[in-house]
């Protein structure tokens, strides 16, 4: 994209107070005479008191100073002004056009700025009015609206530098300034490590900048670090380049788009309280809490449709996956469990802990493409870091039946105000987040942790510091942000839900069960009976029918469950491979695939892009006006969809019937657990053996 920033250039300086009360009158735009002609003027200042108009009472008030307005020719070599919304190409230098500057004074600095430059080329589309400006369609709209967002940015510079403090930060500033003279600056605390790096009014908030997606490291030489690494749905990229910039970007849309309380929500509510001002009486937009869902092991066609609405979660809890057996899993997995209540019920309460099918869970995983996960990527961070959303019961299967892992869910201590804050940070990062995920560095413990200090703004919890999910547990509960207390009674937290066992242990029971029939026949160990094909599994059945007498429904009960987990993998299995032969296939050359391969790679990019569109308008939180119409107006793209859902189950069963038989198995292992079942129905009415018979028998 070619940009039109707007670039500040002060060198950055620690500054130690500032708190200032004036008339609200008194920041005054004054415009200086430089490339203003007489005739000009008049619309010119109208035009700056349209931008004063604007801007929040605080900044009015906390600035008792007049700041010189100057259109300068000087900014950059620009002959005519960019359209921001034009491809750049080749030399990436002629994608920014400088539109304005703050100038510090030479003795004050940044904290009494009096000067902005603003690019001349803006005074022929200011003085056509917003109507006849020239129009884009994105940004701010318009020429016109972009230099009122130009002089708005500079001025929240203005502000940002002027370190406006409340008096609760002022006299945490003052305590550290007198632990750090008592200290000498070695062994500083924390709490006083941030605040003595305070320079800003906004702008290093921590809370802003979690938000934001700032990380700040290093203990000396401290500095920033932009999280998000992939901006796509950013209103301007310039909001990467510093904090500084980012809060000012965010000031602009804040001050000027109605939708912006829709679009980021938690910045707006964050910006809203700092500033006392609510641009908007009416914002004139509606909240999407309409989200997709990941599916484990599934194509693209499994993406299933969920609601996120803030009035409807009756509770957020922790979601710890114990120790898994790689080395990606060795510490566990952090995840957040979402409390949706039934649409169907009509109070938001307790009950709602039962609703188990509407449960969401909030996940920060590393965005693997490659066949096999390699350990060095994850080191180096070469794999993305993305907020996956599944369905509660998609989670419990994957880490109690797929790896053999419990699960605990302990409930935080969120206010009504900050769990609404949880669920629109995850609207938001839905659309607009990706970061780089490390093993030992970002990963989904450090991901959990990020996200919940931008909704949770205590000194405790600013200063936790962990790299684990066990670690990030412990913090929460020695902080009393999370109720751990629900898992003493490990039988009354599997009854309430907050303990999840992995099966294991009821595979090792029916498995033992059925080797003590006939310990010759049947596999050593329960790994090996899985292994085993399900024709050989069934013949297990009919042999140890045939030795008991009478049999019990114990015995189908027990080749149920087995056969009921086997089946899970199998088909587990199926659709991984599915996933696995289009990335092996799409590295392939076009002439070395055949029209079957080229017509399934096909199908699969067509399943898993429908509902990721990649021409979206807007920013942020995207707005159902922001889908293209033919995405809702098309009444056969359901049908569609499920014929080429069904063309690539046709490809993959042909495919891996050949290679393995895999179909196969899935077929016979689910009739064999429909066989099962009617043997335990049978068994409980009468006690008469049926030898001639084996499960995948009609």
């Given amino acids: 994209?070619?940009?039109?920033?707007?670039?500040?250039?002060?060198?950055?300086?620690?500054?130690?107070?500032?708190?200032?009360?004036?008339?609200?009158?008194?920041?005054?735009?004054?415009?200086?005479?430089?490339?203003?002609?007489?005739?000009?003027?008049?619309?010119?200042?109208?035009?700056?008191?349209?931008?004063?108009?604007?801007?929040?009472?605080?900044?009015?008030?906390?600035?008792?100073?007049?700041?010189?307005?100057?259109?300068?020719?000087?900014?950059?070599?620009?002959?005519?002004?960019?359209?921001?919304?034009?491809?750049?190409?080749g030399d990436s230098s002629d994608a920014v056009q400088v539109l304005g500057m703050t100038r510090p004074g030479f003795f004050s600095g940044k904290k009494w700025i009096r000067r902005i430059d603003v690019n001349a080329l803006l005074i022929p589309e200011i003085l056509k009015g917003p109507d006849a400006s020239t129009h884009f369609a994105c940004g701010h709209g318009s020429f016109y609206a972009t230099a009122l967002a130009t002089i708005l940015h500079e001025t929240s510079h203005v502000y940002d530098f002027a370190k406006i403090v409340d008096s609760e930060t002022q006299s945490a500033i003052t305590d550290c300034q007198i632990e750090h003279f008592n200290t000498g600056g070695y062994r500083l605390s924390d709490k006083c490590n941030y605040f003595l790096h305070r320079s800003n009014s906004i702008s290093d908030d921590r809370v802003f900048m979690n938000l934001g997606g700032w990380v700040t490291q290093g203990a000396i030489f401290v500095h920033n670090t932009q999280s998000n690494t992939a901006p796509t749905r950013s209103p301007d990229e310039y909001e990467f380049t510093n904090p500084q910039e980012n809060f000012a970007v965010n000031m602009e849309y804040f001050l000027l788009d109605p939708e912006y309380a829709c679009r980021r929500p938690t910045m707006y509510h964050y910006l809203q309280k700092q500033l006392s001002f609510t641009p908007f009486v009416n914002?004139?937009?509606?909240?999407?809490?309409?989200?997709?869902?990941?599916?484990?092991?599934?194509?693209?066609?499994?993406?299933?449709?969920?609601?996120?609405?803030?009035?409807?979660i009756y509770q957020i809890q922790y979601l710890l996956a114990g120790k898994g057996a790689n080395f990606s899993s060795h510490w566990g997995h952090a995840m957040y469990r979402i409390i949706v209540c039934s649409p169907d019920r009509k109070a938001v309460g307790p009950d709602c802990l039962n609703d188990v099918a509407y449960h969401l869970v909030l996940s920060y995983r590393a965005n693997v493409q490659d066949l096999v996960v390699s350990s060095w990527k994850g080191l180096v961070g070469d794999y993305a870091s993305r907020?996956?959303?599944?369905?509660?019961?998609?989670?419990?299967?994957?880490?109690?039946i797929d790896e053999m892992r419990e699960l605990d869910a302990i409930p935080l201590n969120l206010s009504d105000d900050e769990r609404q804050v949880f669920i629109e940070r995850i609207l938001e990062q839905n659309w607009e987040y990706s970061g780089r995920y490390f093993f030992l560095g970002n990963n989904c413990a450090t991901e959990a942790l990020n996200f919940l200090k931008g909704i949770i703004d205590t000194e405790p919890f600013q200063d936790s510091n962990v790299f684990s999910p066990?670690?990030?547990?412990?913090?929460?509960?020695?902080?009393?942000?999370?109720?751990?207390?629900?898992?003493?009674?490990?039988?009354?937290?599997?009854?309430?839900?907050y303990l999840y066992d992995s099966v294991r242990a009821k595979l090792d029971i029916s498995f033992k069960a059925i080797q003590s029939i006939d310990p010759t026949q049947t596999p050593k160990t329960l790994d090996d009976y899985i292994a085993t094909p399900a024709q050989q599994r069934a013949s297990l059945y009919a042999n140890a029918l045939a030795l008991?007498?009478?049999?019990?429904?114990?015995?189908?009960?027990?080749?149920?469950?087995?056969?009921?987990?086997?089946?899970?993998?199998?088909?587990?299995?199926?659709?991984?491979?599915?996933?696995?032969?289009?990335?092996?296939?799409?590295?392939?050359?076009?002439?070395?695939?055949?029209?079957?391969?080229?017509?399934?790679?096909?199908?699969?990019?067509?399943?898993?892009?429908?509902?990721?569109?990649?021409?979206?308008k807007g920013y942020g939180n995207a707005l159902e006006s922001d889908f293209p119409a033919a995405i809702a107006q098309d009444p056969t793209a359901g049908t569609a969809l499920a014929q080429t859902a069904k063309a690539v189950f046709a490809w993959a069963d042909q495919t891996f019937e050949a290679q393995d038989g895999l179909p196969s198995e899935i077929k016979n292992s689910n009739a064999s657990i429909l066989y099962y079942l009617r043997e335990q129905r049978r068994l409980r009415t009468s006690s008469a053996p049926v030898v001639n018979q084996t499960p995948n028998q009609p």
């Fill in 1 to 89: 994209m070619r940009k039109i920033n707007r670039l500040n250039i002060s060198a950055a300086v620690f500054l130690i107070s500032a708190s200032a009360h004036a008339d609200p009158s008194a920041l005054q735009f004054s415009l200086a005479s430089e490339n203003v002609s007489d005739d000009a003027r008049p619309r010119l200042e109208a035009f700056l008191d349209e931008a004063r108009s604007k801007l929040p009472p605080q900044y009015l008030s906390a600035l008792p100073r007049e700041v010189e307005i100057h259109f300068v020719t000087s900014l950059d070599h620009s002959t005519q002004l960019l359209n921001p919304c034009s491809t750049v190409t």
């Fill in 283 to 312: 914002p004139g937009c509606t909240l999407n809490t309409h989200i997709k869902l990941s599916v484990i092991n599934m194509t693209g066609t499994a993406s299933l449709d969920a609601q996120l609405d803030p009035s409807r």
């Fill in 387 to 400: 907020p996956f959303l599944f369905s509660f019961m998609e989670i419990k299967n994957e880490y109690t």
């Fill in 470 to 497: 066990i670690g990030l547990m412990s913090d929460l509960e020695d902080l009393k942000i999370g109720d751990a207390s629900v898992l003493d009674d490990q039988n009354s937290a599997r009854i309430q839900g």
């Fill in 548 to 616: 008991l007498n009478p049999p019990s429904a114990a015995l189908p009960l027990n080749f149920f469950v087995l056969e009921s987990y086997i089946a899970y993998l199998r088909q587990a299995q199926y659709y991984q491979r599915i996933a696995s032969s289009q990335i092996t296939l799409s590295a392939k050359k076009p002439t070395e695939l055949s029209a079957d391969e080229t017509q399934f790679l096909a199908n699969m990019k067509l399943l898993n892009t429908v509902n990721t569109p990649t021409s979206l």
